[in-house]
């Protein structure tokens, strides 16, 4: 059965600094997509980036960007220049076939 | 209104009630989900919905009814629950052709008492 984890329930980051969140995933499928998905207090859940298994690219999106490792079965996001609007709880997602599998989550907290 | 609405917001309701959650999204999407999150836990995909028919059921209890009557709406009717069913339920929507990127509501807080 597929799974996700998230081995960091909280980090703290400067402002204008950069963290990395990690997410590891195990699956038997070729074909997948992984996600993190950003739920700030008391707001809605958004997509912040998205990627491809079969794209050998790593995904990015302004200040967040991923290092997606197949093999390693590793999926972790960067925030680059952090700012107080990305204090959150970041989800990583595993997409396959009829599977939709969420981590526990990261709180992250930027400090000014 | 745009994206993904739920309600209502907040839901207190008891044991023995009958109460209904509603979703509605506007992004012409074909494929809508109910979770439930609690806390300290992963997000828990209960139901989906592929173009109107569920295609997964993950052993949700009975109490716990679905219902998808077309594309942009979806309901999730509640009868006799119990208070470890007090959580957010997210509902979300997504193309299926665009690698099932989900679009979240807002969600709805239950509590069970």
């Known amino acids: 059965a597929q799974t996700v984890t998230q081995s960091q329930p909280e980090m703290s980051v400067q402002e204008a600094e950069t963290v990395t969140l990690s997410c590891t995933y195990d699956?038997?499928?070729?074909?997948?997509?992984l996600f993190w998905y950003k739920q700030p207090p008391s707001r809605q859940m958004i997509l912040v980036i998205r990627?491809?298994?079969?794209?050998?690219q790593n995904a990015t999106e302004n200040r967040f960007s991923v290092n997606f490792q197949k093999a390693a079965k590793s999926f972790s996001l960067k925030i680059s220049d952090s700012q107080l609007g990305d204090a959150a709880m970041y989800f990583c997602?595993?997409?396959?076939?009829?599977?939709?599998?969420f981590g526990t989550g990261t709180r992250l907290k930027v400090l000014a | 209104e745009t994206g993904v609405t739920q309600t209502p917001r907040h839901l207190v309701m008891g044991m023995t009630n009958k109460k209904s959650l509603k979703c509605e999204q506007h992004?012409?999407?074909?494929?809508m989900y109910w979770y439930k999150q609690s806390a300290k836990k992963p997000l828990e995909l209960m139901f989906v919905y592929n173009f109107k028919e569920q295609t997964e059921n993950n052993s949700v209890p009975s109490r716990f009814s679905p219902e998808c009557p077309n594309s942009s709406h979806l309901f999730l009717h509640l009868h006799t629950l119990q208070p470890e069913d007090s959580a957010l339920y997210l509902c979300a929507s997504s193309q299926i052709a665009t690698g099932y990127e989900q679009y979240f509501g807002p969600g709805t807080r239950l509590t069970v008492t």
């Open positions: 699956t038997s499928e070729s074909d997948y997509y």
């Open positions: 992004l012409g999407h074909n494929a």
């Open positions: 990627q491809e298994a079969y794209k050998q």
């Open positions: 997602a595993y997409v396959g076939t009829y599977k939709y599998i």
